[in-house]
C-alpha cells in the first residue's frame, strides 16, 4: 500500500506503507495521510513510539467484520 507524505522539505510523494517507520524514525516525514486526515510528527500518536497506542482504531482490517 503506498501513503502520502510530506518530507520535511515540503515536497509530497508516495511511499510503501513498509517504509513509514522507518521515514519517520529518521526525521525525513514531517506529515502523512491517514484516512481520518493528515498525522503530524510530533502532535498525533504514531504507532510504534512512545509506548502502547490509545487511539481509535482506523486500520482498514479492523472493518471486516466475519460472519
Known amino acids: ?8 522539505t515540503g515536497k509530497y510523494d508516495m511511499v510503501k506503507d513498509s517504509l513509514l517507520d522507518e521515514l519517520i524514525a529518521s526525521g525525513g516525514v514531517q506529515r502523512f495521510l491517514r484516512s481520518d486526515g493528515w498525522a503530524t510528527k510530533g502532535r498525533e500518536p504514531v504507532r510504534g ?6 487511539g481509535p482504531e482506523r486500520r482498514k482490517s479492523a472493518a471486516i467484520t466475519k460472519e
Do not use: P
Open 1 to 8: 500500500m503506498l501513503i502520502r507524505v510530506m518530507y520535511s
Open 49 to 54: 513510539r512512545g509506548g502502547a497506542y490509545t
